[in-house]
């Protein structure tokens, strides 16, 4: 799941609670507000483009294939200990 700006990513985490059911539900709602949040399968993905840390929380912007822009994620790697 990645979000168009990261804004809108972490809004949707903290009102689904960061649930992988409650994202998908949402996510699979036509009436509920997206947030400009999709899927990606994985092999649309090309790598990292950039990477941030908030609150302890890492979130990466991943390099899709077909598009200028990244997507913003919750990595799947741990934010580093300062």
């Known amino acids: ?7 809108n ?7 689904t609670g960061g ?3 409650a994202i ?9 507000d997206h947030l ?4 990606v399968g994985r ?3 090309e790598g990292n483009a950039e990477r941030v ?6 979130y990466d912007c991943l390099k899709v294939k077909e598009s200028s822009l990244c997507r913003w994620t919750v990595s799947g790697v741990p934010a580093e200990a300062p």
């Open 43 to 45: 092999d649309r993905i």
């Open 1 to 7: 799941m990645t979000c168009s700006a990261l804004s």
């Open 53 to 58: 840390v908030i609150g302890g929380t890492a």
């Open 24 to 32: 998908k539900t949402r996510l699979a709602d036509p009436k509920a």
């Open 36 to 39: 400009g949040c999709t899927r």
């Open 9 to 15: 990513l972490r809004i949707l985490m903290a009102e």
């Open 19 to 21: 649930d992988p059911a």
